[in-house]
């Protein structure tokens, strides 16, 4: 049975730890004439996991009439298309991410192929991230930082950016409840089967550190990460200060690497943070990305300067 966790907020199982190996909750919030989904999980969550978990509760996809994604990552808005033609729901997104919900391609090129020298899908992988993405769907609301969620209950929108270019928070007014959704991520997070840990994913050091500040100065009593446990006021302060903990820790390995060595890649540094900073498994799209936004605020301080090479 999904769990109340505010009233008139219940939060939904899916299918993505038996997918892809980590939690991952949705929820529902009853919101005066408005049924709102806190985004879509991937392409198989709606009937695999969301319908029958709204069962539930008395409910069906039909009854939704909002569908929320915090952000442009397949296990947050792959589900939109199936959604959509289930309910007819409006689809609600950060605006600053359009380009990344509306087309699978940009997504692919420039999130995963931001650094093909360090990261190469494979066809395999590509054709796997393409079936969690399914078709995208046109977002209906554009959101903005400090916009209200088109609802009957004060579901306020935060732009935190970091993790991903336009990545929101939701915060219900009424209980308190702050959705950070995926921009509070500690010193990581280890995989279900207890193998790797998942490091933390940003693409731009100042906004991520920027994000965490605002929702450390929000007034919360809960904090509800998308891929982990509900927290209380004192353990979701404390995780956001263990965020901004590992940014400094990050940039200061980055910084004596590079004055260690003279130069660096990215590929030689995301490497090295995927080994030496925890049992990340080297070279994968979040240690790569890390690695770029610290090498891209270190030449914006003056610390280092990007170069071009010949390769071929
Ligand atoms: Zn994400």
């Known amino acids: 049975m999904p769990t109340e966790i505010a009233p008139g907020i219940h939060r939904l199982a899916t299918d993505y730890p038996h997918v892809c190996g980590l939690p991952l909750w949705l929820h529902v919030i009853d919101a005066g004439s408005e049924l709102v989904l806190l985004d879509a999980g991937i392409a198989s969550t709606p009937e695999a996991a969301t319908a029958p978990e709204l069962a539930k509760l008395g409910l069906g996809l039909a009854d939704l009439t909002l569908v929320v994604n915090s952000h442009a990552h397949p296990d947050h808005m792959g589900g939109n298309a199936v959604l959509k033609a289930s309910s007819g729901a409006r689809v609600a997104a950060p605006a600053a991410e359009v380009g990344w919900l509306e087309d699978n391609e940009t ?64 915060l219900d007014e009424t209980s308190r409840t702050l959705f950070s959704f995926d921009d509070v991520q500690g010193r990581g997070q280890q995989f279900l089967d207890g193998s790797v840990w998942l490091a933390p994913l940003y693409t731009d050091v ?103 090479h010949h390769l071929s």
């Open 107 to 170: 997504l692919l090129t420039e999130l995963w192929g931001s650094d093909p020298a360090a990261l190469d899908l494979s066809p395999a992988e590509r054709d796997e991230l393409l079936g969690m993405l399914d078709e995208r769907v046109r977002v209906d609301v554009l959101l903005r930082d400090g916009d209200l969620l088109p609802a009957d209950r004060p579901l306020r929108v935060i732009t935190t950016s970091g993790h991903s270019p336009g990545h929101i928070a939701v």
């Open 206 to 308: 100042e906004r991520y550190v920027g994000g965490l500040s605002r929702l450390l100065e929000l007034d919360f009593d809960f904090l509800v990460p998308s891929h982990g446990d509900v927290l209380n006021a004192d353990a979701g302060r404390k995780r956001i200060n263990d965020s901004l903990e590992w940014v400094d820790d990050i940039h200061s390995f980055t910084r004596s690497l590079l004055r260690a060595k003279g130069s660096l890649t990215v590929r030689d540094l995301a490497g090295a943070i995927g080994t030496e900073m925890g049992d990340f498994g080297g070279l994968c799209l979040q240690t790569v990305r890390m690695a770029r936004a610290h090498l891209e605020l270190l030449a914006r301080q003056r610390g280092a300067e990007p170069r071009w």
